[in-house]
């Protein structure tokens, strides 16, 4: 049957057949890049139209429905747009930081696409701690951005920087435990071993109730940590302009847009991973006839299916609630999300030493 | 036990408002044809029916003989409360050879006007009135600034 898996390994195998190891290190590196790039081009694209025209209906409105059938060419035209622009720096901006700033971010999130499960048994780097690498680079990025506010020269950037630092340390709190949940389920850090153990149902609900205290802890706190509304503080337009990203134009600024985006992609692929099995079909325990009829869905469609539903559900946050006050986004963690998830922590570590969950 | 009881009232209210909200947003997601409230742009040019009161632009009434009924008497200039309309008047010898204060150039700057149909009103004599066109960009600043009474126009006889 043809799947992504038989693909790269026709292709690997073709390469050690071809070259010595080291070229072939070397040019699978090169595809990768390749891949991961035109992943990015393509997300951008996609999600940003995406939001557009789910904000629209949302809002009754309409959306792009001018360039191309219904709009569909709308983020294409943008994206010229942006490239053809001027990458202007601001006189009096830390030159050296204000450049470096958008690729941090970039990077940050192109790194963190490296364990992810694409589809069955396909994967980039399928490291042991695939979790821990995950949340552990991903806190890297809010250095981009208080670079990026630090070296803009300007009270606005700043404070919306300041902001994202405050409520990424307080968020990747929650974040992490509501992982944590699951990691103790499976006993595993690695990826592949984590979608192994849904074979028979998703944790989701395989977990019971804690599992989907820990679902809905982890969709608040991500929606947190990818700064997208109604945690937006870092770039409220009606306080701050535009937050942190204040100074920059063309294709800096649409690093920063893309990495936006692309976070909240791989945010939505963890939480598919964890709690919606990644790319492991719909399966019900024993029901063999039904879990055989779910294994004709290719892999990568069942991942990529949960992956847009969770980034529709976090974009159905971001059109429904208004923003919150920066006390009511450190309560909200501290008061509520964090007690909550600690005490949910513990339930979930007793179900998985006395065997409860399925 | 009474704080912990609020504690999770506060979170189960919430939670509750919350899903109130994402389901009042999430029907209109899914029925967005039929809540529709956009006007959209018109392109129909051939079936389009503006209000009679849309106001796009200044222009003077000009009939057959080409001729216009503004006496030039600047009560549009004067009413005007950003400078739009600039009226130049000279003066016309009548046939029994009495000098005539008359309209000699209406210079209206579209870049200016923001529609507000006061010099429409002050008007005695409703020499002018708003159009119904609404594109009006261009690529010449200068395109802006148009002169309103048509080339060899005179004032229509009767009018005062």
């Known amino acids: 049957m043809w799947s992504l898996e038989n693909i790269s390994n026709t292709i690997d195998n073709w390469l050690h057949s071809t070259f010595n190891g080291t070229t072939v290190m070397l040019i699978e590196f090169l595809i990768i890049a390749l891949l991961v790039i035109g992943l990015f081009a393509v997300l951008g694209l996609v999600l940003i139209l995406m939001e557009r025209k789910v904000s629209a209906w949302m809002q009754v409105r309409l959306g792009p429905n001018r360039v191309g059938p219904g709009g569909m060419f709308q983020t294409v035209a943008d994206t010229l747009k942006l490239i053809v622009k001027e990458g202007m720096t601001p006189l009096k901006v830390d030159k050296f930081l204000f450049n470096l700033a958008p690729f941090i971010v970039i990077i940050v999130s192109m790194v963190v696409l490296a364990p992810l499960m694409f589809a069955k048994n396909f994967q980039i780097w399928d490291i042991n701690i695939g979790i821990l690498f995950i949340t552990a680079i991903s806190s890297i990025s809010v250095i981009g951005i208080l670079m990026a506010g630090w070296a803009s020269n300007n009270k606005y950037s700043l404070l919306g920087a300041m902001r994202s630092g405050a409520q990424i340390v307080s968020y990747e709190l929650s974040a992490g435990l509501s992982v944590l949940c699951i990691v103790v389920l499976t006993g595993s850090l690695r990826i592949s071993d984590i979608i192994n153990a849904q074979a028979d149902g998703w944790w989701l609900f395989k977990g019971h109730i804690p599992a989907m205290i820990a679902f809905l802890i982890f969709i608040i706190a991500v929606t947190a940590e990818t700064n997208r509304a109604p945690f937006d503080l870092a770039e409220a337009e009606s306080e701050l302009t535009a937050g942190f990203h204040t100074e920059y134009s063309g294709m800096k600024f649409a690093l920063f847009f893309l990495a936006e985006y692309v976070n909240v992609f791989i945010v939505c692929a963890i939480g598919s991973t964890l709690f919606l099995g990644g790319w492991m079909p719909l399966h019900i325990g024993n029901w063999a006839g039904f879990n055989h009829v779910m294994d004709y869905v290719p892999s990568f469609l069942w991942f990529f299916g949960k992956t847009f539903f969770l980034i529709f559900v976090i974009m159905w946050f971001r059109w429904t609630f208004p923003r919150l006050r920066i006390d009511q986004l450190l309560n909200l963690e501290w008061k509520y999300l964090l007690p909550i998830s600690m005490f949910n922590l513990i339930l979930v570590t007793v179900i998985a030493i006395l065997r409860w969950h399925f | ?160």
């Open chain 2, 1 to 160: 036990m009474a704080f912990l009881k609020d504690y999770i009232k506060d979170v189960l209210g919430a939670l509750r408002s919350s899903l109130r909200g994402m389901r009042l947003t999430g029907y209109y997601a899914l029925h967005h044809k039929k809540e529709n409230i956009t006007q959209q742009y018109p392109d129909n040019r051939d079936k389009l029916v503006l209000p009679e009161r849309f106001r796009g632009e200044v222009v003077m009434l000009h009939d057959e003989k080409n001729e216009h009924a503004c006496t030039g008497c600047t009560a549009c200039e004067l009413a005007c409360p950003n400078g739009t309309i600039k009226i130049i008047t000279k003066f016309d010898i009548t046939p029994d050879g009495k000098k005539k204060k008359a309209l000699d150039t209406f210079v209206y700057h579209l870049e200016l006007c923001t529609m507000c149909n006061l010099c429409i009103e002050a008007c005695p004599t409703n020499a002018i009135k708003m159009a119904q066109t609404f594109e009006h960009s261009v690529f010449d600043r200068n395109k802006l600034t148009k002169v309103l009474n048509n080339p060899g126009s005179k004032i229509r006889e009767g009018v005062e």
